[in-house]
């Protein structure tokens, strides 16, 4: 597709389960970035991917939270464990390292998850 | 995690007004992004900044990088009630990893 694509869009889960969020970048992206949005907040940046460099976890909230990005292309983020405080949109962030037009990021829809 | 101070936090207007924001920050940015978010979709890129100094236009929107690389407002003109939504500010530096900074998001509501 055009865009970067997220899936699901909303998932709902009991307090305890886990959860996997998926992101499609924009073709030929190298740089892949996670979000999370809470309601009415700002976005917190979780994790960056660029190309086959080790990833920047800086901003994971705590050891429940992994990514990975197979074959330098589509992202799994995995929520163990999940609590309450985990309800936010999770967005998906995809752009085109060092292709002369600066670094310009393009989000994807989000995946609305909701922690009973 | 760290947000940049952007301003004002929500606003009312009537339509046909101009309206402005800004975001300031205490850290120097290589580059300045706007977005405007609708309720219930992700972030959608608005305006790309560059270079410090640097004015760019966008239809009925103009930001400017400011010369200090600390700052950054976006201004619209002639508001239209479709202009109602979230505007978010990001600071983005390449240090070691490149990574943006975002605002803390100006509400707008258009009255017609």
């Known amino acids: 597709g055009a865009g970067v694509s997220q899936s699901p869009s909303n998932k709902v889960t009991e307090k305890g389960k886990d959860v996997e969020l998926r992101c499609d970048p924009i073709?030929?992206?190298?740089?892949l970035y996670w979000y999370r949005q809470s309601l009415g907040q700002g976005l917190e940046f979780l994790i960056y991917?660029?190309?086959?460099?080790?990833p920047d976890k800086s901003g994971l909230p705590s050891d429940r939270f992994s990514a990975e990005r197979t074959g330098g292309s589509v992202s799994t983020l995995t929520i163990q464990r999940t609590q309450q405080e985990d309800s936010a949109v999770y967005l998906c962030a995809s752009s085109s390292w060092g292709q002369g037009a600066g670094e310009t990021q393009y989000f994807g829809p989000g995946t609305r998850l909701l922690v009973l | 995690g760290q947000q940049l101070n952007q301003s004002p936090q929500s606003m009312f207007i009537q339509e046909g007004e101009d309206v402005s924001m800004n975001c300031t920050s205490s850290?120097?940015?290589?580059?300045w992004l706007w977005y405007k978010q609708d309720p219930g979709e992700g972030p959608v890129l608005l305006i790309a900044l560059y270079k410090a100094g640097e004015l760019t236009s966008n239809g009925r929107l103009t930001a400017q990088f400011g010369i200090t690389r600390k700052d950054s407002f976006l201004n619209i003109s002639a508001s239209i009630p479709s202009d109602v939504g979230i505007y978010f500010c990001?600071?983005?530096?390449?240090?070691?990893?490149?990574?943006?900074?975002f605002g803390t998001g100006t509400r707008l509501k258009v009255l017609a």
């Open positions: 991917f660029q190309g086959n460099s080790a």
């Open positions: 073709s030929g992206h190298t740089a």
């Open positions: 850290s120097i940015f290589n580059t």
């Open positions: 990001a600071g983005g530096k390449a240090s070691g990893t490149y990574k943006y900074i």
